[in-house]
């Protein structure tokens, strides 16, 4: 018995030992001849799509993604061909990017910056995708675009509004469509400043992570500049679900504007319990008392029901404008889908033709020749007229909406109204502007 | 061999023929191939596989031995990778000094929550870790921001002061090395329609892993295990005797808090990016599972259940509709639809579904988990078993 125990272990280690012996010379060389991470060789190129499928942002991320697929189909020459129409660059022809078919991978973020890299990362080792794009939250978006710049290929931001992501996290390989939390304190400044005068007491509910700390900063420095006084700031936690007991000490404060720096579930807690309260019922210091919702979206609305009426807040992009693109865009997405498109799946979708666009431009999926085409680009058609892809800092800078919730709603999706289009130059700061400073693109990369 | 007896050597062997091919055994299928969707044998899953059986192996040493369920271990893997990624700040990329630093942090951590935590024992003590961990988590995701990042995870970046490495050389942050090897370096061998990936930094956590293991086979069969395993069985006993407990409890939860924070140097060392998620109870939950599916109180059960868990949340979970169409289209129109919303909800974004089915049949009727299925075959093919019974080497204990 012992015997048969001996060669069976004998066999283990010699085929241990021959298995190291074939492994080693391997583990140190150079890998493949590719040029870059990823290089398509085939008749198919493969893009990642990276939302969040599940956790508190999975009904953006399920938006997302019905928005990339779209966005396939369009390039791969399906459907009506959507915004490709309108787009001011004529590259794209229909037949895929560069000749190759699109297809795509998907993955689950679940809004945790773990997760989402795991899974960026089986898409770029295992499935072999050249771009990865999508993401619902700033902490997930930061992570994959750091990876992505790690391993040379290029990522795309889907829906992110933190500062952070073109500020002191910014690479060279991502790029952001999306806008910011300074651009909704530039774009609301004046707006509130008409409708609400210019010695208002603002009180701050901001969530407690990095997306609420820089939209609190850019909002209380542009009311800060036409005259208003911050009177308090209040961190919040993420997961709280009832705010009762931050919004009682608001009336004793004094103040008599609430600023909400909330987002999703959050921002329909919040909203609910301070009109429960009565707070918009009020009047402070002879002035009716009013809500502001920094960062607004279709799906929070509708989550906060009849709450929302008459509330200032901004966003990117919305499904009521009236030019071209967005005409294109809405009708595609609602011929296939049946209900018209949120912010989400409209930057979502912009990005993805964007980056075949640059693709087809730079004539490579070179991470580098993308960089390159798509840094100080400038585009228009895609729904936010003019646009300006910024080389400083891969941030784009285009009209940002300033909208206000519904009085008469006419359907589920028709719960908020256009007020202003804050045009682009009085949202656009220098790329060392303080509340962006701190951080470097470094240089493309290429990978392999 | 090295103070093994037979069974536990081979066992060991075992393990690192398994550490060793796991590129080749986990990539079954040719890539292009309509099953390549399976292959698990992609350098991001093979670290995780490796990492979380180091952390498993730790928490089974806690868990296994003494009985005492921790809840919170999770909070040691997130301050092994704090450490880690401030190393690689701070000092250099070298690998070496932060995952050192990320062991000792995560042990002096754990000496800490374990002193005042096994002052109870059951319920309480693993009520106490949880509290102590969503505290840390709590800490990291929004107060101690400017140590942890926050909400958005501790990053590196360009203009970081890495003494020992002198000023960046490129345009590019760096990445984590061994003496200048790179963790993520890789090289491909293809051989016909298969491509296997052989990755540095693998090679790297398998042998880290390989050690862990080996330490958790000696602390298993010496005195010291001898006496946990004791602690286990009937503490009010052991008190009796005379003997004080508490020393030997706090022992192997330092032990298991360092073998966490090693697991979590690690994953830093593979991907230099430190999260507060992973501190959230619900990683802390995570290796629970894994001990309880693999096989409390054995000595590979934990690495397989850690591997059976990440497995199916990389693999299962990016299964989408379209694929399953894809399997499917032979079927008829109508046929195709309803076999496809059947199975839809167990996978992609549904596999948590799957774990939680799978868990329940386990503990009903695997109470020792995957090692106990594994005895179980071997049994029915087996001859001479019942001779080698007098080592319990492999054989179970369930945990309560």
């Known amino acids: ?448 | 061999m090295l103070g093994l007896n037979k069974k536990d050597t081979s066992l060991l062997i075992l393990v690192a023929a398994l550490a060793l091919f796991a590129p080749f055994i986990l990539n079954p299928f040719p890539a292009g191939s309509g099953m390549a969707q399976f292959n698990a044998g992609y350098p991001d899953l093979m670290q995780r596989f490796v990492i979380f059986g180091i952390f498993a192996i730790g928490f089974n040493i806690l868990f296994g031995l003494t009985g005492y369920l921790s809840f919170g271990h999770a909070a040691f893997l997130g301050v092994g990778s704090y450490a880690a990624v401030w190393m690689f700040k701070l000092l250099s990329m070298n690998v070496v000094p932060a995952i050192i630093l990320s062991v000792i942090t995560a042990g002096l951590f754990a000496l800490v929550i374990g002193y005042v935590s096994l002052r109870r024992s059951g319920i309480y003590f693993s009520i106490l870790t949880l509290a102590f961990a969503q505290m840390t988590y709590a800490l990291a995701y929004s107060v101690l921001t400017p140590i942890t990042g926050g909400e958005t995870g501790l990053q590196l970046a360009l203009d970081d002061p890495r003494i020992l490495d002198g000023a960046a050389s490129s345009d590019n942050i760096p990445v984590p090395g061994l003496f200048g090897m790179e963790m993520r370096g890789s090289s491909q061998l293809e051989l016909g329609d298969w491509v296997f990936t052989f990755s540095t930094g693998y090679y790297f956590s398998a042998i880290i892993m390989l050690l862990s293991f080996y330490l958790s086979i000696r602390i298993f069969r010496s005195p010291f295990g001898m006496m946990l395993r004791a602690i286990k069985s009937n503490q009010q006993r052991l008190n009796y005797t005379g003997l004080n407990a508490r020393p030997y409890t706090l022992a192997a939860f330092v032990i298991s808090g360092m073998y966490a924070g090693l697991a979590g140097g690690l994953m830093a060392a593979m991907d230099p990016l430190a999260g507060a998620e992973r501190m959230f109870w619900t990683a802390s939950g995570e290796v629970v599972l894994m001990s309880i599916l693999g096989g409390v109180g054995t000595l590979i059960g934990p690495v397989l259940g850690a591997g059976l868990i990440k497995y199916m949340e990389n693999i299962l979970s990016k299964i989408n509709s379209d694929i399953l169409h894809g399997w499917f289209a032979f079927m008829p129109d109508g046929l195709e639809d309803i076999i496809v919303s059947m199975i839809y909800p167990f996978i992609g974004k549904g596999w948590h579904l799957t774990l939680g089915l799978m868990f329940m049949l386990v503990v009903i009727f695997l109470p020792g988990g995957l090692v106990e299925a594994g005895q179980r075959i071997s049994r029915l093919f087996g001859r001479k078993k019942s001779e080698d019974k007098s080592d319990k080497s492999t054989s179970t204990e369930p945990a309560e």
């Open chain 1, 1 to 448: 018995m012992s015997n048969s125990n001996l060669t069976r272990r004998g066999l283990l280690k010699t085929s241990a030992v021959a298995g190291a012996g074939v492994a080693l010379p391997t583990i140190f060389t150079a890998s493949s001849a590719a040029a870059y991470t990823n290089e398509p060789t085939g008749s198919t190129v493969t893009l990642g799509f990276n939302v969040p499928q599940t956790g508190p942002y999975a009904d953006e991320g399920a938006d997302e993604l019905r928005a990339y697929e779209l966005a396939v189909e369009h390039l791969n020459g399906g459907g009506d061909g959507g915004m490709m129409n309108t787009f001011s660059s004529k590259a794209l022809q229909g037949n895929g990017i560069l000749g190759k078919k699109v297809e795509y991978v998907t993955g689950d973020t679940q809004t945790k910056s773990d997760a989402a890299r795991a899974s960026a990362k089986s898409m770029i080792e295992k499935d072999g995708a050249i771009m990865i794009t999508g993401g619902s939250s700033s902490g997930v978006a930061v992570a994959v675009q750091a990876l992505c710049q790690e391993a040379g290929v290029i990522f795309m931001a889907g829906l992110t509004h933190s500062n952070d992501t073109t500020g002191k996290d910014k690479r060279a390989n991502g790029f952001r469509h999306f806008f910011n939390s300074y651009m909704s304190g530039a774009a609301l400044a004046p707006v509130l400043k008409a409708n609400y005068g210019s010695d208002r007491k603002a009180y701050h509910l901001t969530a407690d992570y990095n997306w609420g700390y820089t939209t609190e900063e850019a909002i209380k420095s542009s009311t800060e500049a036409m005259g208003w006084e911050t009177v308090a700031a209040v961190k919040t936690p993420l997961t709280q679900t009832d705010f009762s007991s931050y919004i009682a000490p608001v009336l004793q404060s004094g103040a008599d504007t609430l600023v909400l720096n909330h987002y999703g579930g959050n921002m329909v807690n919040s909203l609910t319990n301070a009109v429960q309260f009565g707070l918009r019922d009020k009047q402070v210091n002879g002035k009716d008392f009013q809500i502001i919702v920094p960062l607004y979206s279709r799906l929070m609305a509708r989550g906060a029901g009849a709450n929302v009426k008459g509330i200032f807040g901004s966003t990117n992009w919305h499904w009521s404008l009236t030019d071209e693109g967005s005409k294109a865009f809405v009708k595609s997405f609602g011929e296939k889908y049946g209900f018209p498109p949120s912010q989400a799946a409209h930057t979502c979708y912009v990005q993805t033709l964007l980056y075949a666009d640059a693709v087809e431009r730079a004539g490579s999926f070179a991470p580098c020749a993308v960089v390159e085409a798509l840094e100080g680009y400038e585009f228009d058609g895609l729904g936010n007229g003019k646009t300006l892809y910024r080389a400083e800092d891969h941030q784009c800078f285009k009209d940002v909406l300033v909208v206000k919730g519904k009085e008469n709603p006419t359907s589920e999706f028709d719960l908020l109204e256009i007020v202003e289009v804050t045009p682009a130059e009085q949202v656009t700061y220098a790329p060392d502007h303080p509340q962006f400073a701190g951080g470097a693109l470094g240089s493309c990369n290429n990978g392999a």
